[in-house]
């Protein structure tokens, strides 16, 4: 039997994780929508108008938008609404081959459902976190006996699969730390995280309105900087697996100390890197670091003194005013326009398309001071976006899962429509602009829906 937490009353009041239903998936009773394609991708720019504020459903978008793939829009519509899993559909879950842990710097999991899912073409579907609860009604996943479906209702949209977990996962470091603590994993990725907390939370209202790490950190009891020996120990154990792993990725909270503002961050970051490089003969390895924006001089010691190959820094939001409201410790240690210019400096060092920043899609529509309509949203954001790309940076963005724990909670997720039109619009900027997403694409991160329209 699997370990199934306690349901809630309503299913639109579920934790994404949390509640169970009785099976109903029945194959061939059931009605199915049937993935609508075109050829061309065209109109990738919002008109006046032709954004309206309602909730479109799945359905009437994929008519409205052929030549969007359909299972990238239903991965942003799971993200937005989240899942459920029915009770077989649990059961179903086998701890010796699929992922049910995994350690962030958002939280420790460690119950037996499904860390994510993954769809037949390598689409992948970010499950984790709790949802607060929007008032949208969540996916289910079901289990016939055979195969698993992503259902609505009693609709069955498509057959997924539960990440399955490294070889290494369950091993231990010669002190006896699993190693699924120390560095997790996606389907084709390594992840580091060596910081797990943020210093921006150390002061009341500076941690970004969207991130759940001070509400994760408190109640997980974690001690905030993993032990450093020990995530190298794991790297060297889990590149023995063969055909598994694409890159290595870090990522973290922000340190502000140090000599200069975020060497301590820094050093962390080049002690891992460097302990990984030798294990690579001291080459170059693919591999991202998302940091907090290092300044010119720090850059160049990531690029010259390790193996790091590409470069992030998430922006989250592209606009000024949003960005002070929103990210207010970014805002006041760095600043919008010295981020961009930040993140441009990178450029030189690392060079042109090696370089991008990330975006929270959607939070510039939170209130009361995101915009006002979607038409605007997205105007200003593919613009902004646009004039980083002129600057050498691209841009991506990941579904912003309104998360409980985090200030915006009680915020609304918006339309479906605005994701397929602004994944629509940052891949074109990137095909444009000549850009590759490899450092962020469908086998290295997963996601972010515009990356995934790069190879469909
Ligand atoms: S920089 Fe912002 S989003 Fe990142 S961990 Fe800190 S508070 Fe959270």
Same mark, same amino acid.
Not at 260 to 277: A, F, H, M, Q, V
């Given at each position: 039997?699997?370990?199934?937490?306690?349901?809630?009353?309503?299913?639109t009041?579920?934790?994404?994780?949390?509640a169970? /239903?009785?099976?109903?998936?029945?194959?061939?009773?059931?009605?199915? /929508?049937?993935?609508?394609?075109?050829?061309?991708?065209?109109?990738?720019?919002?008109?006046k108008?032709?954004?309206?504020?309602?909730?479109?459903?799945?359905? +009437?978008?994929?008519?409205?938008?052929? *030549?969007?793939p359909?299972?990238?829009?239903?991965?942003?519509?799971?993200?937005?609404?989240?899942?459920i899993?029915?009770?077989?559909?649990?059961?179903?879950? *086998?701890?010796?081959?699929?992922?049910?842990?995994?350690s962030?710097?958002?939280?420790?999991?460690?119950d037996?459902?499904?860390?994510?899912?993954?769809?037949?073409?390598?689409?992948?579907?970010?499950?984790?976190?709790?949802?607060?609860?929007?008032?949208?009604?969540?996916?289910?996943?079901?289990?016939?006996?055979?195969?698993?479906?992503?259902?609505?209702?009693?609709?069955?949209?498509?057959?997924?699969?539960?990440?399955?977990?490294?070889?290494y996962?369950?091993?231990?470091?010669?002190?006896?730390?699993?190693?699924?603590?120390?560095?997790?994993?996606?389907? %084709?990725?390594?992840? /580091?995280h060596p910081?797990?907390?943020?210093?921006?939370?150390?002061?009341?209202?500076?941690?970004?309105?969207?991130?759940?790490?001070?509400?994760?950190?408190?109640?997980?009891?974690?001690?905030?900087?993993v032990?450093?020996?020990?995530?190298?120990e794991?790297?060297?154990?889990?590149?023995?697996e063969?055909?598994?792993?694409?890159?290595?990725?870090?990522?973290?909270?922000?340190?502000i100390?140090?000599?200069?503002?975020?060497?301590? $961050?820094?050093?962390l970051?080049l002690?891992?890197?460097k302990?990984?490089?030798?294990?690579?003969?001291?080459?170059?390895?693919?591999?991202?670091l998302?940091?907090t924006?290092?300044?010119?001089? %720090?850059?160049?010691?990531?690029?010259? +003194?390790?193996?790091?190959t590409?470069?992030?820094?998430?922006? +989250?939001?592209?606009?000024?005013?949003?960005?002070d409201w929103?990210?207010?410790g970014?805002?006041?240690?760095?600043?919008?326009?010295?981020?961009?210019?930040?993140?441009?400096a990178?450029?030189?060092?690392f060079?042109?398309?090696?370089?991008?920043?990330?975006?929270?899609?959607?939070?510039?529509?939170?209130?009361?001071?995101?915009?006002?309509? $979607?038409?605007?949203?997205?105007?200003? &954001?593919?613009s902004?976006?646009?004039?980083?790309?002129?600057?050498?940076?691209?841009v991506?963005?990941?579904?912003?899962?309104?998360?409980?724990?985090?200030?915006?909670?009680?915020?609304?997720?918006?339309?479906l429509?605005?994701?397929?039109?602004?994944?629509?619009?940052?891949?074109?900027?990137?095909? $444009?602009? *000549?850009?590759?997403?490899?450092? *962020?694409n469908?086998?290295?991160?997963?996601?972010h829906?515009d &990356?995934?329209?790069?190879?469909?």
């Amino acid at each position: 039997m699997v370990n199934m937490p306690k349901p809630k009353k309503s299913p639109t009041s579920a934790p994404v994780m949390a509640a169970t /239903i009785e099976p109903k998936v029945s194959p061939k009773n059931s009605t199915t /929508i049937s993935p609508s394609r075109a050829p061309t991708i065209s109109n990738t720019r919002a008109h006046k108008g032709e954004l309206p504020e309602t909730q479109k459903s799945l359905r +009437e978008l994929t008519e409205l938008y052929p *030549d969007f793939p359909f299972k990238v829009m239903l991965k942003i519509d799971v993200q937005r609404r989240g899942v459920i899993y029915t009770k077989a559909a649990l059961e179903a879950v *086998d701890p010796n081959i699929h992922m049910t842990t995994v350690s962030s710097d958002y939280y420790d999991k460690e119950d037996l459902s499904p860390v994510s899912l993954i769809m037949d073409d390598g689409t992948s579907i970010f499950t984790e976190g709790f949802l607060a609860d929007t008032g949208l009604a969540p996916y289910t996943v079901d289990f016939d006996g055979h195969n698993r479906y992503l259902c609505d209702g009693d609709q069955i949209l498509a057959k997924v699969w539960y990440w399955e977990k490294p070889d290494y996962y369950f091993k231990k470091t010669s002190r006896g730390t699993p190693m699924w603590k120390l560095v997790s994993a996606r389907p %084709q990725r390594l992840t /580091i995280h060596p910081y797990q907390f943020c210093d921006f939370w150390k002061k009341a209202g500076c941690g970004c309105k969207f991130c759940v790490m001070a509400a994760n950190f408190t109640s997980s009891r974690k001690e905030a900087t993993v032990a450093l020996d020990e995530i190298l120990e794991t790297v060297y154990e889990a590149v023995l697996e063969p055909g598994r792993n694409q890159s290595i990725f870090l990522t973290g909270g922000t340190i502000i100390s140090g000599a200069r503002p975020l060497d301590d $961050e820094l050093e962390l970051y080049l002690t891992i890197l460097k302990g990984i490089s030798n294990l690579f003969g001291g080459r170059k390895f693919p591999s991202q670091l998302i940091s907090t924006a290092f300044s010119l001089d %720090q850059v160049k010691r990531l690029y010259y +003194e390790t193996g790091l190959t590409t470069y992030t820094a998430d922006i +989250e939001v592209l606009n000024q005013r949003l960005f002070d409201w929103i990210c207010p410790g970014k805002s006041q240690l760095i600043g919008y326009e010295e981020w961009k210019n930040r993140l441009e400096a990178a450029v030189s060092v690392f060079g042109r398309g090696n370089v991008n920043t990330g975006l929270v899609a959607g939070v510039e529509l939170a209130q009361p001071k995101g915009f006002k309509s $979607e038409y605007d949203a997205l105007e200003a &954001t593919l613009s902004e976006a646009r004039k980083l790309c002129q600057r050498g940076v691209w841009v991506v963005g990941c579904v912003w899962r309104i998360l409980t724990g985090s200030v915006f909670f009680r915020q609304k997720p918006p339309s479906l429509e605005y994701y397929v039109r602004l994944a629509k619009g940052l891949d074109s900027l990137r095909r $444009e602009y *000549d850009f590759l997403p490899d450092q *962020d694409n469908y086998r290295r991160c997963g996601n972010h829906p515009d &990356t995934d329209l790069a190879r469909i």
